[in-house]
């Protein structure tokens, strides 16, 4: 039994059998690893992504999922209670909570592998998703050069997280005072893309976008970047914030068909986590 609450909890060699998980899951493998189990979930009202991969996910294994909001587990009653009640009915427990002490909390009286389906602090699922669908279309993602554009949050954290484990190159764009540390920071897009090849961003908070406004990533920008690199935004995205409506709609954009990934690579942590 395993639990995913961080990347860095990962090494680079238990990311590399989640991707091959994930062939294996795609060449028919692992049909019916869930029968008979139950797995709990509980996710806010606002997650449509991360809900709807995991569910069919759960499904296409031929388990049963269990859905709460994240609401349920704020209450008076002690998580070690909860726990001990879950324990002896859940085969697997997928939390999205802003708060990732308590996940890490909830996983320390859970008898059963805990996921972490995104905090406040970071999103592993959704990163680790995206670098699979990265192996998938580049010559070797790991030797890419990465452009962050976006504040200290849970995305740009994973990402960091991502090139610690993996060893990959990573840089961010944003304002002055939103940096992460020990990362390269620079406060201008035409500067910080020269010499990228995949470049990431995250959505910004109203009173973030002005702030963020020589942070834009359009297509003119992308120019300025490495042979055919790619813009990998992450969902949900803002024409025109972000994002200009430009490079959306030009061959830089990674695309929809991008994330399709995300619910193999959920069922892959399902199974790496169980097996």
Known sequence: MKNLIRLTDLQSNDVYEIFAIADEISG?????????????AFFPDSSIRTRVTFEK?????????????????????????????LNQWAD????????IQFIETFAKYAKVPVINAMT???????????????S?????????????CGKKGNIGLTWKEASQIMGFE??????????????KAYHNIKEAIRGKDIVCTDSLSAEE????????????????????ALLNPCPPFYRGEEV???????????????????????????????I
């Open 209 to 228: 976008v002005e702030d963020f406004k020589e942070c834009q990533v359009t297509k003119e920008a992308m120019d300025m970047a490495n042979g055919r």
């Open 28 to 40: 028919g493998k692992y049909s019916g690893f869930l029968d008979g189990k139950c797995v709990i």
């Open 92 to 99: 697997m427990v997928i939390i999205r909570h802003k708060e």
């Open 120 to 134: 406040n602090a970071n999103h592993p699922c959704e990163i680790l998703a995206d670098m699979y669908s990265l």
């Open 244 to 274: 200009a409506d430009d490079v959306i709609q030009s061959e830089y954009f990674a695309g929809y068909e991008f994330k399709k990934n995300l619910c193999v690579i959920q069922q892959a942590i399902m199974i790496w986590c169980m």
């Open 170 to 183: 990573l840089s961010q764009c944003c304002a002055s005072g939103y940096e992460m540390e020990n990362v």
């Open 57 to 85: 996910g759960i499904y296409q294994l031929g388990g049963q999922s269990i859905l709460f909001p994240s609401g349920a587990l704020d209450k008076k009653e002690d998580l070690r209670d909860v726990c001990g009640y």
């Open 136 to 148: 998938k279309i580049r010559d070797d993602f790991i030797r890419d050069k990465y452009l962050f």
